[in-house]
């Protein structure tokens, strides 16, 4: 007789054990994948016998996610923002530090009290962060774009999938150009690669199986921003807000560089959930009436830091 589920989980969770921060909730997942049932459906029918092919199935990606390949991957699925959105190798797997930025966006979106919020997303990706938004705020109309088709069509079909199809507009296009004159936006949000080329992950780092084009920042990790930054002022509208992602070591130069485009504005370094420098935020107006309960760490940038 086979092993039952319960049985292939634990054996799952040992093999995984000092591969993966979270063994036992991985095999889990690989499970609920491979027989399409949900966690708690498989706890309430352990003792049940897998199957031949789906044991074989689950022992292959087991493999996998023992090699390093990022669950998401393995299952084409990752939570963001109470959400599961699809996605594949292709793209960058969402990370729970960017729903500091969407907290942020969000923030923006409401003391702008418009019923017609645009919103631009640079470097869409699986479109977890301009979905999210669409989802969260009935109001907005939301640009996504990537130079990557596959995240492009990823985009669409989230969007679909939840719901807000007819308010997320994805295409195809090198960072901004693609969405000029869908402008001016009331709120420009950007995740872009932002490690420096030598800081690079590599196998078996989760990370290092993620798609180069979305972590590569060149060698001082602002090569993308510093093609994306200068071109923004023309098409934020007065008053709107920028956003970008980054990290603790490239974080200062990216305000450095909003700043300099933005010279009358206020930048602001906001730290993540964690206390880490993440998000580079350019208010052209100024920040009275904007609820601080959402944003963690805020302070102004000063060159001279």
Known sequence: MGASISEAIARASEQLRGRSDAPLLDAQLLMSYVLMRERPWLLAHGDAV????????????????????PIAYLVQSAGFY?????????????????EHLVERALAEIDRLRDEAVRVLDVGAGSGAIAVTIACERPQTRVVATDRSVEAV????????????????????????FAALSLGPFDVIVANLPYV????????????????RL????GADGL?????????????????????LEAAPPTIAGLAHLAQ???????????????????????LTREPDGLSRSSTTQSEPYSSHA
């Open 223 to 243: 090569e993308v921003y510093r093609r994306l930054v200068p071109e923004l002022p023309r098409i934020l509208r007065p008053g709107g807000t920028v956003l």
């Open 82 to 98: 109470g959400r599961e959105f699809s996605v594949r190798s292709g793209v960058l797997v969402p990370r729970p530090e960017t």
């Open 260 to 282: 300099a485009a933005f010279t009358d504005a206020r930048v602001e370094i906001i730290a993540d959930y964690g206390g880490r420098a993440r998000v580079v935020c350019v």
């Open 196 to 211: 420096p080329t030598g800081d690079l992950p590599r196998p078996p780092d989760p990370a290092g199986y993620e798609p």
């Open 214 to 217: 979305a972590l590569d920042g």
């Open 50 to 69: 897998l199957p031949r092919t789906e044991h074989a199935r689950f022992t292959r990606l087991v493999s996998r996610r023992a090699e390093g390949l």
């Open 153 to 176: 069509q990823l985009t669409r079909a989230n969007a679909a999938r939840l719901g807000v199809s007819d308010r997320v507009t994805a295409l195809e296009g090198d960072l901004h």
